[in-house]
DNA sequence: ACCTGAACACCGTTCAAGT
DNA sequence: ACCTGAACACCGTTCAAGT
């Protein structure tokens, strides 16, 4: 057979199967993406630095769909706000994808742009150059904590036996449709006003 | 062979293989298992629930050095922080696990007792019952946030290019040694600020 | 009940061979 | 440069056979 006149395979169709099996069976394998794409496995490996070089394509493709249009335009904390809840919906677009993204930040240059953005706002809005850092990084675990959260099956709230925790599972009635979002905007807010604060006191 | 007079394997034994695989090289398998216990891999699979089922094994084991002990006194405030610290600690004590463990929450009778102990402390400081699950949940997504982040290995923040991002690089360089911790604690702090805030003003 | 040996389907990865 | 076919080591899981 040997090498084709125009390429049967690139990054991009190999990111967007592996997602697209991801979003249906909550994995992929290389084989899979290669029958899905009609072509051998080993074939697969002529464009992608492995399995893990894949993983590492999904978490930019998903990354790739925050906005960060908020951080050029001050208030810092209403900047910070919306990025943060474009950073969770770029997530929440493929949640059964969270577990294998969250594993390590992403590191694709498109995003160290964003975190580049925000240091800058944060300078400028005064906060001293050692806290820049962890207030960038809080908002990080924030979004990934409520992330893996949402990506959690609901029936994991679903008690097998309410006897053994009764209250628990008169609060788990008493919560309503929008359990992770509620718990995401009370995170931030506190983190939001907790920063208002180092900001006045410092 | 047959049937020993006395079982080779159990599950403990299997647990703490696992984790030792897991702490030495972040990964583990059933093969493994089986070679560093002298057995087969067969012979596992009489004890074990399958590979998912060693993995909640792991789950639980990590969440045994959980000091809920906090939860029975008040005030509810500090308690829950030093729940949260505990919690924390006990995923601390293996990073290499946490990959494996925060894809899915607990759910061992254990830890459910210590969020119906939660519970109770919540709603006995007066919090609305429906509020009750975002406050929990919230703290929750803290905990486990910041567990990733302890998991990512340190060099995730050394920069490959600092040119491209000098404010980004800046802020690294003033971050001091407990990098991780600043930014719980920060979170943590928030988060304790806004709950407080919720219990005057509600 | 618990261990073995063998089997099955599947995986990630490499590599020489072809164009 | 890019695809194939074949190979390798490894994996998770099942199951009949033994005590």
Redesign the pocket.
């Given at each position: 057979?040997?090498?084709?006149r125009t390429?049967?395979?690139d990054r991009a169709r190999i990111t967007t199967t592996a997602l697209e099996l991801v979003d249906e069976q909550g994995e992929?394998?290389?084989?899979?993406i290669?029958r899905r794409l009609?072509?051998?496995?080993?074939?697969?490996?002529?464009?992608v630095d492995?399995?893990?070089g894949i993983v590492e394509l999904l978490r930019e493709r998903v990354a790739a769909a925050i906005d960060s249009g908020s951080l050029d335009h001050g208030p810092w904390d209403t900047a910070m706000a919306a990025w943060a809840r474009s950073y969770r919906a770029a997530f929440a677009a493929h949640p059964r994808a969270i577990p294998l993204l969250t594993t390590s930040p992403v590191r694709a240059p498109k995003v160290l742009e964003q975190y580049e953005k925000a240091v800058g706002l944060l300078l400028a809005a005064g906060f001293p150059l050692p806290d820049v850092m962890p207030v960038i990084i809080a908002l990080e675990n924030l979004v990934l904590g409520s992330a893996l959260d949402m990506a959690a099956p609901e029936r994991m709230w679903e008690l097998s036996d309410e006897t053994a925790t009764p209250q628990l599972a008169r609060a788990l009635g008493a919560l309503g449709e929008g359990r992770a979002d509620a718990a995401f905007e009370l995170a931030l807010a506190g983190y939001l006003a907790h920063c208002r604060e180092m900001l006045t006191d410092g």
């Open positions: 057979m040997g090498r084709p390429p049967l395979l992929f394998s290389v084989p899979q290669a009609g072509v051998q496995t080993a074939s697969v490996y002529h464009h492995g399995r893990d």
